[in-house]
């Protein structure tokens, strides 16, 4: 993470570091990317980076990070369902809102269709990272759900945790293959694949 020296720079000057960090970031992933290009970007001294973030993936991990809890921020309201609507009322409203949220930020989707398409390393440990803590809250919300009887008993509480993790994170690939991606489509994508959660596929 950051050095208290960056946090004691300007806010300007920080935000130009993160700005061209994030830029290098959605171009390459971490193997191909470059401090050089940020430096240059962000228009500091070469040698000043290294009195901010330790090498390379310090920086990387530093803006996954400030990006998560910005985006964290931003489905909070979908909080406000969480635990007192049935769990997969609370989750298309979640999955609406972090999917807007990235499509306001697009450069935080080329972010992740590179994390997930370099899966390796510090890639690897980000992704388990992320996935891990939507799968603990979708959990526990599953589960609530089983204990009030929401759901049928016999609901394999990890697997549709699973299948929601997935759903969350499959539109930076929606995003490679479908290049139109807005939220309409999104609200019509969750809807329908709501309808096919709550109703299965039997006829």
């Not at 960056?6 to 193997?31: G, V």
């Not at 500091?44 to 330790?54: E, L, M, N, P």
Request: charged share 25%.
């Amino acid at each position: 993470m950051p050095t208290n020296t960056y946090f004691n720079l300007p806010p300007e000057k920080r935000e130009r570091i993160f700005a061209a960090a994030i830029n290098e970031f959605a171009q390459r992933n971490i193997q191909s990317a470059s401090l050089s290009n940020i430096v240059a970007e962000a228009g500091i001294a070469r040698g000043s980076i290294y009195q901010y973030f330790r090498d390379k993936e310090d920086i990387y991990i530093y803006v996954f990070e400030t990006l998560r809890a910005r985006r964290a921020e931003y489905v909070e309201s979908a909080f406000a369902l969480y635990k007192k609507e049935p769990f997969l009322v609370f989750f298309e409203a979640f999955y609406i809102r972090d999917s807007e949220f990235l499509l306001n930020h697009p450069l935080h989707i080329e972010m992740g269709k590179h994390l997930y398409g370099h899966a390796h390393g510090v890639s690897r440990k980000l992704i388990q990272k992320i996935q891990s803590r939507y799968r603990e809250i979708f959990l526990i919300g599953i589960a609530y759900d089983i204990e009030r009887g929401y759901m049928r008993p016999d609901i394999n509480c990890g697997i549709l945790a699973d299948l929601c993790v997935h759903l969350v994170t499959d539109i930076f690939i929606f995003q490679s293959l479908n290049n139109s991606l807005t939220m309409e489509n999104i609200r019509e994508h969750a809807t329908g694949t709501m309808h096919i959660i709550r109703n299965g596929v039997a006829p």
